[in-house]
């Protein structure tokens, strides 16, 4: 290896400690990569954002963009109360449900099918009484298998169809990754629905309560014991019905001191901050009962800024959200303190801690008071969806008719090849502004800036493996190590070592890294490169092990009351499968 190959080896390898790590968000991680590479000359200053203006990177906030013109003019609402009456029987909830996201995200942003979709899935498993745990991971999984099935499916489907532009001259086509995609999509929903909803613990289908919304842990909640309460002096256990109900005091503060673990016996003062963790449901009886005052985040200017109807709604922070890693400070800054935080629930990991010192996380389920009239436009500006049972706007049929048909007919322009995807899905979004489909001042809204910025950065740092040798050497390491076994091993190899990438890091990222390496292999091997791009491609949408593989797993884990270890009960079984029929599928669809 020569210096360069050291160096960028490095770089990687970094990178992908950075990636797993979490500490840092994907995007940043992936412009030091880059900052990284231009320090070091394997990376031209010049070309260091050239990930920008890459077919890729436009594609994916293109589609992104159309995906929410699509919500907009009530195109999926309709679908979903077409389906709402078959919800009656669990195999069939989960079957229809399933279907509909998994076909919804193969033509639109596969997190965005399951955000449209999630507040009908909490919704009906309340109307039937039923876990949201048996609905939720299912919904995810199929947003995940629903993406492999065309190009514009997942950001790394856009990315192998650009890398075969390349590399051959030509693009993978919007539905030459239908045949292999479908398949595994059709085996993967019937897997879902006759037995992989049974691997779900049988914990997680039990917790559930028709007064609820959803079933998660409870939340984290404050109440102050004011002046004058009767509380005053005396034991925790004499609060009025606290032993009827099933909240626990886990911690007492000061407005300015320390959360301290609550002792047998200890006595109460008047500015006590008693952390509870309950269903909110309970709480205002437990304050009306005992002289007790909510606490939030709300300041001065939140009373000014809120005079009226004032509703609580609650919201799961996606992963990339401007909240994540911050605390109610940011959110309050975000908000212009209009929004106050009353509770957070999060799974896997106890809360004890003082709500105003808690750094949020992505998944994390917060209880949010503002004005009736805005905080449902807050929730999106910060990064947060609705996790609340909706009336569904079906929109004006005229509008749903020519949203459809701009889409179809931008679709049929880039499988006919008359303009490049890229172009023609820029064009859709300007006739979908000019028809007022879509607000001019919500163009932007939709994008994952994070996503965006991770391809744009680590576009130049793949490039620069493949210019610096790396990618070839790795190659010919790999077939030597793998020298007379048969071809097909070697795609099994391909796919199940994208697989286990795309469980730890983000899938884009992972496309990103294995699709020169599979090219450099299939180049060594002297076949055809296209079956590896298809292993790659396969491989990056099977993030079903972990919830921190991909978005659409995070979402649904506080909602769904799942801790990390749930998923690959299902998850393992389902990526095997994928494995034994993704392979003999790529290789009759693309021979070598």
Known sequence: M???????????????????????????????????????????????????????VVTVAAVLVISDALRRSGVVDMIVQKILPYTENPLSHILIMTTVVTVASAFMNNVGALALMLPVALATC???????????????????????????????????????????????????????GVSIAIMGVLFITLLGWRLIPAARLKSSSPEQLFAIGEYLTEVIVTKGSALEGRPVEDIDGLDESSIEVVGVAHRHGKTLSMRPGQLLNAGDILILQAD??????????????????????????????????????????????????????????????VGLAREGQQVRRRLRREQFKAGDILLLQGAADGVDEQLSELGMLPLAERNLNLGQPKKIAIALAIFAIAIALGVAKVLPLAIVFCLAVVIYLLLDILPVRNLYDAIDWPVIILLSAMIPVGSALQSTGLTQLLATQLLALTE?????????????????????????????????????????????????????????????????????????????????????????????????????????????
């Not at 997942?154 to 030509?170: D, K, L, Y």
């Not at 109807?309 to 959110?331: A, F, N």
């Not at 998923?567 to 003999?584: A, D, F, N, S, T």
């Open 2 to 56: 020569n210096t360069d190959q050291w160096l960028i080896t490095a770089v990687l390898m970094l990178t992908l400690l950075l990636f797993v790590w979490g500490k840092y968000r994907h995007d940043v991680v992936a412009v030091m990569a880059l900052g990284l590479c231009v320090l070091a000359g394997l990376v031209a200053a010049e070309d260091a954002f050239a990930g920008f203006s890459h077919p890729a």
């Open 126 to 180: 309340s109307k039937h009484q039923r876990s949201p745990a048996l609905i939720l991971m299912p919904l995810a999984f199929g947003s995940i298998l629903g993406g492999m099935t065309t190009a514009i499916g997942t950001p790394p489907n856009i990315i192998i169809a650009m890398m075969r532009a390349e590399v051959s001259g030509e693009s993978f086509n919007m539905f030459d990754f239908s045949p292999v």
């Open 280 to 341: 909110p449901s309970q709480v205002q009886p437990l304050i009306d009962k005992n002289d007790l005052e909510l606490v939030t985040s709300a300041d001065k200017k939140f009373t000014e800024l809120t005079q009226g109807d004032l509703t609580l709604v609650e919201g799961v922070i996606k992963k990339g959200s401007v909240l994540e890693g911050r605390d109610v400070s940011l959110l309050r800054r975000l908000s212009g303190s209009s929004v106050a935080l």
């Open 484 to 592: 007379g076994i048969p071809v097909y091993l070697v795609i099994g190899l391909v796919l199940v070592v994208t697989m286990f990438l795309s469980d730890i890091i983000n899938n884009a990222a992972t496309a990103v890294i294995m699709a020169p390496l599979a090219y450099g292999i299939a180049l060594g091997l002297g076949v055809s490169p296209d079956p590896f791009f298809m292993a790659v491609a396969v491989g990056a949408s099977c993030a079903f092990l972990t919830p921190i593989g991909h978005q659409s797993n995070t979402l649904v884990m506080g909602p769904g009351g799942y801790a990390f270890g749930d998923y690959w009960r299902m998850g393992l079984p389902l990526e095997i499968m994928i494995v034994l029929l993704g392979v003999p599928l790529i290789l009759l669809v693309w021979p070598l």
